[in-house]
């Protein structure tokens, strides 16, 4: 069952883009979304950094900075 957040999320579409990232939308967002770090604050109705990724680790600047998604 795929994450129901996924529509709302930023990371989302950016995971879309570029076809080596498609592991991360595959393992959390189509997979097992109760592992991604986003989901689980967003769960608690905490507010989401645009800038963490599912697995905890924060990109150095922020999602709305970025074109397409740029890991360093």
Same mark, same amino acid.
């Not at 570029?18 to 997979?31: A, H, N, R």
């Given at each position: 069952?795929?994450? !129901?957040?996924? #529509?709302?999320?930023?990371?989302?579409?950016?995971?879309?883009?570029?076809? !080596?990232?498609? #592991?991360?939308?595959?393992?959390?967002?189509?997979?097992?979304?109760?592992?991604c770090e986003r989901y689980k604050l967003s769960s608690g109705a905490c507010t989401v950094p645009p800038n963490l990724l599912p697995n905890g680790k924060m990109l150095d600047v922020p999602i709305d900075r970025l074109g397409p998604l740029e890991l360093k």
């Open positions: 069952m795929a994450c !129901s957040r996924v #529509v709302a999320c930023p990371l989302f579409k950016q995971f879309s883009l570029k076809s !080596s990232l498609k #592991v991360w939308q595959s393992y959390y967002c189509e997979g097992d979304f109760t592992r």
